[in-house]
Each structure stands twice: as structure tokens, then as C-alpha cells.
């Protein structure tokens, strides 16, 4: 075992080397402003994130699928909290949570849907819609909240955003021709993704440990 780290450290240090004598030819990537002009966006980070690197996009949000199931799997054999009481609801909270709610629900989308123009795009809007639905656990109870949302209907939901985010973005990544609809279409449907995942993953923590 200490022979094959031997090696293995040995081919990094020389490829670390090898890479610093510039005798291997170097790609040239084009300007962020021309991969923006390339697949009409104003946004060069949406143009990196959903066009040129478009395969890595689509498989962060299937590890972050995985990771939503592997919680849920994990968590299983330990059981339900049992006897612990939600923390007595705070009048203040839970006005801020029932005014700010809105706001943050048309922040999110908006950010979504404008993610092509300019900073934005789907995680961020996923986790920000994501932030709203913890104030609201925060507010009213987690389990009040699950059974108000629905939360099987909502994890079928993300599944089907999740499977129509591959399907579309393979074919579209295969075609080799992209939209400023299809950044729209998939950021929209990766903060849907996002923002029911982190829901999912924190009711089944508070599940499992105790009422927040």
C-alpha cells in the first residue's frame, strides 16, 4: 500500500511538472462575452453553467437527487422522535414568516426565471425558496408545515423535475443547439429541485431528532 501512495504521489508531482513547462498545447477558451453571444444569453455565468459546462450541471443536481435519497434511506432504521414537543410558537415569528413569505417566493422565482440576463439562476433561487420554507418550519412546526405542503406529492414533483431536467438537457447537450428558453425552462426547474430537496432533507432530520 505505501509503494502504490509512492506512486500515485509521484505521477501527481510529475504531472504538476510536466503541466508547468507549457509542452503540452493549451486550449484556448473564447471570451465569457462570446459564450454569452454563442447561445444568445446576457449572463456568462449562465452560459458556462448551462451551456459549455452543461454535463457537470446536470449531474451536481443528480448527486444532489442521490443525496436527498441517501438521507432518507439513512434515517429509516432510527425511528421517529418521540415526546419532544415543538418549541412554543413565537407571535412575532410567525407574522414575520407569514409577511415574508410572498416576498421570498417572488424573489426565488424571479431569480429563476431571470438567471440568463443576470446573477441568479436556479440554486441560488432553489436555496432561497428553500430559506423561506425553514422560516415557515420555524413559525408554524415542521410536521404543521409537511402536512400543509404535502410533502409526498412535493418529493414526486422533484423527482419529475429531476428526470425532465436529464432528459431535456441531454437532448438539448446531444442536439448541440440551446435557447434563451431552455436557460429559463432549466433554471426554473433546478431551483424546484433545489428548494424541495433542502425541504425534504430538513424535515427528515427534524424527524427523526425532535420538533424544531
Known amino acids: 500500500m505505501r509503494w502504490l501512495a509512492g ?3 509521484l505521477s501527481l508531482v510529475g504531472l504538476l511538472l510536466f503541466s508547468s513547462l507549457n509542452l503540452s498545447p493549451s486550449l484556448q477558451a473564447p471570451e465569457l462575452e462570446t459564450m454569452a453571444g454563442m447561445y444568445g ?3 456568462a455565468v449562465a452560459a458556462v453553467v448551462l451551456g459549455a ?3 457537470d450541471t446536470l449531474f451536481e443536481v443528480l448527486v444532489f437527487a442521490m443525496a436527498m435519497v441517501g438521507v432518507r434511506i439513512a434515517l429509516r432504521p432510527l425511528g421517529r422522535a418521540q415526546g419532544a414537543p415543538p418549541v412554543p410558537e413565537s407571535h412575532l415569528l410567525s ?3 407569514r409577511l415574508l413569505w410572498g416576498p421570498i417566493a417572488v424573489f426565488a422565482l424571479y ?3 431571470s438567471g440568463h440576463l443576470g446573477p441568479g439562476g436556479g440554486f441560488p433561487a432553489g436555496a432561497i425558496l428553500g430559506s423561506g420554507l425553514l422560516l415557515l418550519a420555524l413559525a408554524q ?3 404543521s408545515l409537511a402536512q400543509r405542503v404535502h410533502e409526498g406529492a412535493l418529493e414526486r414533483l422533484e423527482y419529475a423535475a429531476v428526470a425532465l431536467l436529464l432528459c431535456t438537457g441531454t437532448a438539448i447537450a446531444w442536439a448541440g443547439t440551446k ?3 431552455w436557460f429559463v425552462a432549466a433554471n426554473l426547474l433546478v431551483g424546484l429541485e433545489v428548494a424541495i430537496g433542502a425541504w425534504v432533507v430538513l424535515h427528515r ?3 427523526h431528532r425532535g420538533e424544531l
Request: no cysteine.
Open 179 to 181: 435557447s434563451p428558453s
Open 53 to 55: 459546462r452543461l454535463w
Open 141 to 143: 412546526g415542521t410536521e
Open 205 to 207: 432530520f427534524v424527524a
Open 111 to 113: 431569480l429563476a426565471a
Open 41 to 43: 444569453v446576457r449572463n
Open 95 to 97: 407574522q414575520a414568516a
Open 7 to 9: 506512486a500515485a504521489t
